[in-house]
């Protein structure tokens, strides 16, 4: 099998070192890749938000699987294309067609098919401009914390929490009025703030049968004790202590099953990974969002657990044939820490030199905002770096093993969080 990997980050070096083990493999791509997908296959500098460039490539290469990493191109329509054309229709796209990305592509689509399948979710209200009055008597009628979400992608930032009445107000004038997020928040969703402790679960679905990996928690605000700005993700454990079997039966007799289904019945085919994003409220599960693709984060505690080869997963996935096949994890407890650079989420500088690489044993290192320089030195190239995974009997074990390895790697500037797992370690 000839493979493209679409994608940049954490979680395409976790897939490309997953796929790198099947034998099944032959060729590796990945476009455009970072430092560590380089080490697995080669880099490719095509501009993949182009169709024709990844068809040409495609071609050329002969590839039988295109994996999607990141959602833009799904939302775009990259699965579509492919369909349309007579000579790529044969190739197997894992990630949804365009319709169905739309759960991820707009928060009031997804939110009006939860409701339509009973998918259990807070409730919501969508506003734009023509009814931008009602919005506020809305607003009036709930009680605070105010969640306010861009309809469209927004590059993670789109989802607004907000104290005050008078502030949420002016903050939705803002979206919508002013479009402060450009054309994604011409719609906004209004949501009944829940208040609980989230998780991730992802499922691999061919659109009849799908394949429910493990759960994931992941840490998002830069600072110690969930303080601070948000990011693209400080590091991630998998399983997820509290997703017992019975929460995790309710997850998917509520939620997974129900959104298999209801995307049947709509007629939106999905070939690929869908990432439930979770709140766990009392002892209940609620859907907060969908996302069309793996978690990031999440993939680099979730991929490493994985044991069955997932190169014959995609292949069942792309031939429907998922039906026939079962998915065998690792049990022990897997952590991952990203090292980021320093001042991320805000400015910060590229090009900083890494060392100690080599120094770390028993961690798989995924690397995410790195490249090799033009020396043969591995610099930083990015805000998120690299993330130290690393497994044990407890998650104890799985995070010293994490962070003592964390410790050896060095740049100028380098930040981790010292807390990951501490808000469910009960001793
Ligand atoms: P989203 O982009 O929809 O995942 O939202 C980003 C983050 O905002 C989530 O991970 C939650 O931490 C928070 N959030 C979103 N919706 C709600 C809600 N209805 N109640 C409480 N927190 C929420
Ligand atoms: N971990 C959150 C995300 O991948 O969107």
């Not at 792309?318 to 990203?338: I, P, Q, R, W, Y």
Request: hydrophobic content about 40%; overall charge negative.
């Amino acid at each position: 099998m000839n493979i493209l990997l679409i994608g940049s980050g954490g979680r395409e070096h976790a897939l490309a070192w997953k796929m790198a083990q099947s034998p099944k493999l032959t060729n590796l791509f990945t476009a455009p890749g970072n430092a560590g997908t380089q080490e697995l296959g080669k880099n490719v500098d095509i501009d993949t938000s182009n169709f024709n460039e990844v068809k040409k490539f495609v071609l050329e290469k002969n590839i039988d699987i295109v994996v999607v990493g990141p959602e833009a191109p799904l939302v775009e329509g990259i699965h579509d294309f492919f369909l349309a054309d007579d000579k790529l229709r044969k190739v197997s796209v894992i990630g949804p067609e365009k319709d169905a990305a739309m759960l991820e592509g707009s928060k009031d689509f997804a939110k009006e098919f939860m409701m339509k399948y009973k998918i259990p979710t807070a409730a919501f209200k969508t506003f734009d401009k023509s009814n931008i009055e009602e919005a506020y008597s809305f607003l009036e009628s709930l009680t605070p914390p105010y969640v306010l979400k861009a309809d469209g992608l927004a590059a993670g930032k789109g989802v607004l929490i907000i104290d005050s009445l008078q502030k949420a107000k002016a903050e939705l004038k803002e979206m919508i009025e002013n479009e402060r997020f450009g054309d994604a928040s011409r719609k906004v969703v209004i949501e009944e703030f829940l208040s609980g402790i989230e998780l991730s679960v992802f499922v691999l679905t061919d659109g009849k049968s799908y394949l429910i990996l493990p759960s994931a928690k992941d840490y998002k605000r830069i600072g110690e004790g969930d303080t601070g700005p948000n990011t693209g993700g400080m590091g991630s454990i998998s399983p997820v202590p509290f997703a017992d079997e019975l929460f995790m039966q309710k997850i998917e007799k509520r939620i997974i099953k129900p959104t298999i289904d209801g995307l049947q019945k709509e007629g939106l085919r999905y070939k690929g990974f869908i990432f439930f994003g979770l709140i766990k409220v009392e002892d209940e599960p609620y859907v907060i969002e969908y996302n069309v693709r793996m978690g990031d984060p999440e993939s680099e505690s979730v991929i490493p657990r994985i044991k069955s080869d997932l190169v014959e997963l995609f292949e069942a996935v792309g031939n429907g044939s998922l039906n026939e096949k079962t998915v065998e994890f690792d049990e022990d407890f897997f952590a991952s820490v990203f090292l980021v650079s320093g001042g991320y989420p805000g400015s910060y500088e590229k090009g900083k030199v890494m060392t100690g690489l080599d120094e770390t044993d028993d961690c798989i290192l995924f690397h995410a905002g790195t490249k090799v320089d033009e020396n043969g030195r591995v610099v930083t190239n990015g805000g998120r770096v690299l993330a130290v995974t690393a497994s044990g009997k407890t998650m104890k074990d799985a995070l010293g093993k994490a962070y003592d390895n964390a410790e050896k790697i060095d740049f100028e500037g380098k930040y981790y969080r010292k807390d990951l797992g501490k808000d469910l370690i009960s001793e």
